[in-house]
Nanobody, 113 residues
Framework: QVHVAESGGGLVQAGGSLRLSCTNSENSLSFAVIGWYRQAPGKQRTLVAQISSSGDTNYVDSVKGRFTIFRDNAKNTVYLQMNRLKPEDTAVYYC???????WGQGTQVTVSS
């Protein structure tokens, strides 16, 4: 079973930045469609950003202009650069490789006010 792994979360003050990383065990993210999702306590998991196999990106309105999804094929990694973080961005963040049904463990992002 292919496993994805997220990293890079942490505690940051409002206005700060974090960069999340997503990689997988098959070294095959280069042309995969990847989505970053987040799930806050008591809420559903929702899509935050997505990158297509050709590099096209889309974002939920609440993060447009603050978050950037991009990939580094040489490192087999998809990143989510998060700037100007807000307390409402606090959640567990997951990356999703749509080729596979499983999810990773996620990485906790906590933004203090």
């Amino acid at each position: 079973q292919v496993h994805v792994a997220e990293s890079g979360g942490g505690l940051v003050q409002a206005g700060g930045s974090l960069r999340l990383s997503c990689t997988n065990s098959e070294n095959s993210l280069s042309f995969a469609v990847i989505g970053w999702y987040r799930q806050a306590p008591g809420k559903q998991r929702t899509l935050v950003a997505q990158i297509s196999s050709s590099g096209d990106t889309n974002y939920v309105d609440s993060v447009k202009g603050r978050f950037t999804i991009f990939r580094d094929n040489a490192k087999n990694t998809v990143y989510l650069q998060m700037n100007r973080l807000k307390p409402e961005d606090t959640a567990v963040y997951y990356c999703k490789d749509y080729r596979y049904p499983n999810w990773g463990q996620g990485t906790q992002v906590t933004v203090s006010s």
